[in-house]
């Protein structure tokens, strides 16, 4: 038994009906549900099969979105040791670790801390950028939890901005302590934007795909 077009528009608000709100989710539960109901040798009606799956539906769809969040979070770990595995980025890191050691004494200690924040602020408000002009209309973002975690893959990196004042003064006057901390939280927020590059591939082909699909 081959369902109809209009089964599938059913199918899909009643998962969006029953909390499943995200549109892949729903789609990818969707390809399963309408594989097993035409494989079936004995139709009961639509409904009664969705009901009876629904338990299945719901942990099916909290599970893909642990995973999905968890492979985005992945991807940043993953772009960061591709930083570090290059020797371009160690004669980089070098090269901005003696351009400090040189201005240390020629600048006050606010001037040289704001020295020292200029590059991750510069990639900060490239994130931001990114999130306002190269995101998805805010509308469909609320509907897709692959745009969810796409956004969400800048939320790790400013962990370093927040908890900058959290530690002692004497530790933020130490170049030793200040100047690798910041360095990696600037590396760790330029491998989230490589892995918002790498994931928002997928998420663009997946979304354009879903439109046509449920159109």
Same mark, same amino acid.
């Given at each position: 038994m081959k369902l109809v077009k209009q089964d599938?528009?059913?199918?899909?608000r009643w998962l969006a009906k029953n909390d499943i709100k995200y549109v892949d989710i729903r789609y990818e539960l969707m390809d399963h549900l309408i594989s097993e109901y035409e494989n079936l040798e004995n139709y009961p009606d639509l409904e009664s099969f969705l009901?009876?799956?629904? !338990?299945?539906c719901k942990e099916v769809a909290k599970k893909k979105?642990? !995973?999905?969040?968890r492979s985005y979070f992945k991807e940043v770990w993953k772009q960061l040791l591709g930083l570090f595995s290059t020797k371009k980025t160690l004669f980089i890191l070098i090269i901005i670790c003696s351009i400090y050691g040189i201005i240390y004494p020629l600048l006050t200690s606010k001037q040289f801390k704001w020295a020292l924040a200029t590059?991750?602020?510069?990639?900060? @408000? %490239?994130? !931001? %950028? @990114?999130l306002f002009f190269k995101s998805f209309n805010a509308k469909k973002q609320k509907e897709y939890i692959s745009i969810s975690a796409l956004i969400g893959v800048f939320s790790l990196p400013q962990l370093f901005l927040y908890c900058f004042n959290m530690f002692p003064n004497?530790?933020?006057?130490n170049l030793y302590f200040l100047i690798p901390y910041i360095s990696f939280g600037t590396l760790i927020n330029i491998a989230a934007i490589l892995a918002f590059y790498e994931k928002r591939k997928v998420v663009v082909k997946e979304y354009e795909f879903l439109k046509v699909y449920l159109a």
């Open positions: 599938l528009r059913n199918i899909d009901i009876e799956r629904l !338990a299945w979105q642990i !995973a999905l969040q590059p991750f602020l510069v990639v900060f @408000l %490239y994130q !931001a %950028y @990114l004497e530790w933020l006057n």
